[in-house]
């Protein structure tokens, strides 16, 4: 959330900010008018306070009783002129409450201003793209062939958008989660188990409501939200909380399964696995102090970068510009990776700084080492990956021409020692 002092003390940075994104600005506009009734309505308030305690103290003093009651009777009616101002600024506090909650970050001033995905900036290729005596398949026909991936009996058990994977499938996405949260805690981060439900609050303070309420999975009897990333419960566990300085960086990752209503276009997003209602993710997160964020953002996109290089996959790093930026993001960085079979660049990260937003949704704090008032901390996030794409980008790219799969070097511990994936039995 941004900082209401913003849209004081420069409303048309803030009316810029959602030009480039693709907003209308005239909501900084109503931010400004409703700000402006909420102090006066704390004015009139205030001032009638200070008049009832004056004149509380004279009817103390007041010896004649007609004088005395007629001070009592007016100061009724100032208390009922009090507690009208009193509801009146709840409801204008509500009111800028939630429209506050709908603006999104100042985009940071390196991100390329652009309408949309079109617009991004390919920063860089690593890795060449692979070429093959033989015909690539897609993974929705290399798995089933294998055996490994089943998407009638996934439709069978939820509808369409889901699949089950069985056997060296099941073991391959269960090996890449355990191999990045290895490389994770390698890379200085603490793995951390949460909850794959939290309440509504924690959802807020990520940023994911109100803007992707119907994108989320709810549970209204119990408040459950199920989580759409990891990044949620990174914010939320430290809610409310005030850090000393010294205690900063924190560096976290977790896995968790993530759920989202997708809306799925037609072509080729509907073929295979590569958009669907549940998926699994492993994430990065980082709390830091504010002058140390852009270092925090390279340290990110770097671990993620070695992820995808240690897996052997030729992959492109991409920057957002403000008409794809987040909502909660200031900067972000997208690493796509190839798919042969797909024939596509397939996003697998985003790593995103997203300064204060979060911290003043949270109203997550540290304490300055010098002393003085504790100031809001910065949050990043990223995927460190994001599943089944790396699952998709796996399948694809180390496929044979006799249709096994070889299995990445890096994995072959988590799978028991397999080197070559080769159709299994199917029942």
């Known amino acids: 959330m941004l900082d209401i002092r913003l849209f004081r003390e420069n409303p048309d940075l803030v009316r810029e900010a959602l030009r480039k994104r693709q907003m209308r600005p005239q909501i900084v506009d109503k931010v400004l008018e409703l700000d402006a009734q909420r102090r006066e309505i704390i004015q009139k308030s205030e001032a009638l306070k200070a008049e009832r305690n004056r004149v509380s103290k004279e009817i103390g003093r007041t010896k004649d009783p007609a004088e005395r009651e007629a001070k009592i009777e007016a100061m009724r009616k100032v208390r009922e002129q009090i507690a009208a101002l009193d509801e009146t600024l709840r409801s204008v506090d509500e009111a800028l409450r939630d429209l506050l909650a709908t603006i999104p970050n100042i985009p940071d001033e390196r991100v390329p201003e652009g309408r949309d995905e079109s617009e991004n900036v390919i920063l860089r290729q690593v890795g060449e793209i692979p070429q093959y005596d033989f015909e690539p398949l897609p993974h929705w026909e290399i798995g089933p062939r294998l055996g490994i991936m089943d998407f009638e009996r996934g439709v069978k058990l939820s509808g369409s958008r889901f699949y089950i994977l069985r056997g060296a499938g099941a073991r391959l996405e269960r090996a890449l989660i355990a191999w990045m949260l ?246």
């Open 182 to 427: 290895d490389l994770h805690r390698q890379q200085g981060y603490t793995e951390i188990y949460p909850p794959f439900m939290v309440k509504e609050q924690v959802v807020f303070a990520s940023g994911q409501l109100p803007k992707f309420r119907d994108n989320l999975y709810h549970d209204a009897e119990e408040d459950f939200w199920w989580v759409p990333t990891a990044e949620v419960p990174l914010t939320g566990m430290h809610m409310d909380e005030i850090f000393d300085e010294a205690e900063l960086p924190r560096h976290y990752t977790a896995y968790t399964p993530c759920f989202r209503r997708e809306k799925m276009s037609a072509g080729r997003d509907v073929r295979g696995i590569k958009r669907g209602h549940q998926f699994d993710k492993v994430e990065m997160y980082i709390y830091t102090l504010p002058e140390e964020s852009d270092r925090a953002l390279e340290k990110m996109l770097a671990d993620a970068e070695q992820t995808l290089a240690e897996l052997g996959l030729t992959y492109r790093v991409v920057q957002l510009c403000t008409g794809d930026l987040g909502f909660a993001a200031r900067i972000t960085y997208d690493l796509e990776v190839w798919a042969p079979g797909s024939g596509e660049w397939l996003e697998v990260s985003s790593v995103s700084n997203v300064g204060d937003f979060q911290a003043r949704r949270a109203n997550i704090r540290y304490r300055p080492a010098g002393g003085g008032k504790p100031r809001f901390l910065h949050t990043l996030n990223g995927s460190g990956l994001g599943l089944p794409r790396t699952m998709i980008a796996v399948l694809e790219n180390y496929q044979q021409a006799d249709g096994s799969v070889v299995v990445p070097e890096v994995l072959r511990p988590y799978m028991g020692g397999l080197e070559v994936i080769t159709p299994e039995e199917v029942a």
